[in-house]
């Protein structure tokens, strides 16, 4: 049986120039990562608040529909 080689392709991928696709895909996640982590702390601090009694369940509700829009 013959080996078989693995390509080099990460080599490859760094030699290729930059772009403005790539700098849109970078602000493009950026942008995702940003609201998915806004959205899991705004549950938290709802989850606090709640616990303190500043909070009940319509105003959570708002603010949940609100953030997540």
């Not at 995702?32 to 500043?54: E, R």
Request: glycine content about 8%.
């Amino acid at each position: 049986m013959e080996q078989i080689t693995k390509p080099h392709c990460g080599a490859r991928l760094d030699r290729l120039p930059d772009c403005r696709w790539h700098s849109s895909m970078f602000a493009i996640v950026a942008f995702g990562l940003l609201v998915c982590w806004s959205n899991a702390v705004g549950g938290l601090i709802l989850a606090q608040l709640k616990a303190l009694g500043w909070t009940d369940n319509s105003t959570t509700a708002t603010f949940s529909a609100i953030t997540t829009a």
